[in-house]
């Protein structure tokens, strides 16, 4: 048994009314079970409960058992002081708070089918604890859910997001950018690709925001491409002894040290996403006189802010995938599929921070709408739950889907989960049961 599971029946009232009484008899009726709380503290704050005529207002502690309220050293602690009602599964002790005042402790008594299901789910080894019962809820009650997910990952990159927008001096199109590169690396180059950006300020881009040679001299040079050792077949290539000499003229100008090259990964990616080929498609995004991100958020559709992304590299990309080697000849546009990445894990979430920041509704809007006209993503998480039933048909059902899978599913949070706790409460009428969650 948990203390949480005790939560649950408290807060929704999943318990027989008539088991709460005091020590003379007397019936304890809940008028309000309080504010749950998951800091230090009381469970419950400012609970209302009536005995006889009397109404009694404070907090309520929940425990297992009774003896547990000294074990955890509440009763030195004044901070419990305001306890009108200790609630426990198992009343094995008299319990006295910091001033000596005996607490009033009543066990709960309940229907043992909740926690029958309750421990059904968390024991569960699959992945979708609740694989076999989710396919008989409501499909409106499903997508509910999927809405409040979603923007509760929004929110969680958010605050990633806005504490980038506080290291970068309160900039947004440098926080974009920071944001934008790190992910352009696709996970195997994510890191170089975010330390390129540490490296190289976008307010030194900005200055050549026209000319998008010397914006792929720069990123080059400062991703340590451009060290002579890096690509031996390079030492007479026209096209890389130019980048070359652009760099040592601009890193002098700014003070930009060169970079490992080193650490970019080649092996076991398709040519076609090899570092290279990415740095000179992002030199063709930055190549935007005004702002990337200024001209991101003037995007009115999906199709506009596509077609910002879908760039193609410099021409000596054509038949080249690394410095000095040439190949068939293939222009290397950005697909679909990697503009679609972009957009779901950098772009959109930066534009959802954006509008919160401002406390601007359309935006926020705007980016769930984004999110909704995009396809939906492919692996394994997503597997999981077609597997169970549950099939995704955009990227705001995958990401509802992800956030679902890492922060309910895998920590067995299934009585905040609204599908857990509506498959728990099942067979038994509740109290606005649309918003039947623990709040997190």
């Known amino acids: ?17 008539e088991c709460l009484t005091d020590n003379e008899g007397n019936k304890i009726s809940v008028i309000c079970p309080g504010e749950y709380n998951r800091d230090s503290g009381p469970d419950f704050f400012n609970a209302r409960i009536l005995i006889a005529d009397t109404e009694w207002a404070g907090n309520v502690e929940i425990h297992t058992k009774a003896s547990h309220f000294d074990n955890h050293g509440h009763n030195t602690d ?50 979708v604890a609740c694989q076999n019962e989710i396919v008989k809820l409501n499909d409106f009650y499903l997508k509910n859910w999927s809405y409040a997910l979603l923007v509760e990952r929004l929110q ?3 605050e990633t997001i806005l504490k980038i927008y506080s290291e970068t001096g309160n900039d947004w199109e440098e926080t974009f950018y920071r944001i934008l590169s790190r992910y352009f690396g696709f996970r195997i180059n994510a890191e170089p690709f975010e ?19 010397q914006i792929e001299a720069l990123l080059f040079g400062a991703s340590g491409m451009l060290d002579e050792g890096l690509f031996r077949e390079a030492v007479s290539d026209k096209y890389y002894k130019e980048l070359i000499r652009e760099f040592r003229v601009l890193s002098a100008k700014y003070s930009i040290r060169q970079g490992h090259g ?3 990964k080649f092996c ?13 498609q992002l030199a063709a995004m930055l190549s935007t006189v005004g702002g990337l991100f200024s001209r991101t958020l003037e995007c009115a ?14 021409p000596y990309w054509d038949n080249h995938y690394v410095f000095g ?28 921070a954006y509008g919160r920041f401002r406390d601007n509704q359309d935006l926020t809007d705007k980016s769930l709408a984004f999110m909704e006209e995009i396809g939906p993503e492919s692996n394994s998480i997503v597997d999981d739950w077609k597997s169970a039933g549950i099939e995704a048909g955009s990227a705001f059902e995958t990401q509802a889907l992800i956030q679902l899978t890492g922060r309910y599913c895998k920590k067995r949070r299934c009585l905040e989960c609204r599908i857990g706790s509506k498959i728990i409460s099942s067979g038994r009428t509740l109290i606005n049961e649309n918003k039947l969650i623990l709040e997190p």
């Open 301 to 314: 559709d999906i199709k506009q802010i596509k077609n910002l992304f879908e760039v193609e590299a410099s």
């Open 262 to 264: 080193w650490l970019w």
């Open 195 to 213: 330390m390129l950006a540490a490296a190289l300020p976008f307010r030194i881009i900005r200055k050549h925001a026209d000319n998008r040679f």
């Open 156 to 158: 969680d990159k958010s």
């Open 325 to 352: 080697k040439k190949t068939k000849r293939i222009t290397k546009r950005t697909g679909t599929q990697a503009v679609e990445i972009l957009l779901i894990n950098a772009v959109i979430p930066v534009i959802f």
């Open 268 to 280: 076991r990616l398709r040519p076609a996403n090899f570092p290279t080929v990415r740095i000179s």
């Open 1 to 17: 048994m948990k203390e949480e599971f005790l939560h649950y029946l408290w807060k929704y009232r999943l318990y027989d009314p």
């Open 78 to 127: 004044h901070a419990f002081d305001n306890v009108i009602l200790h609630v426990v599964d198992e009343n094995d002790k008299r319990i006295f708070n910091a001033r000596g005042q005996e607490l009033l402790t009543v066990e709960l008594k309940y229907d043992p089918i909740y926690f029958e299901k309750y421990t059904e789910l968390v024991n569960n080894p699959s992945v």
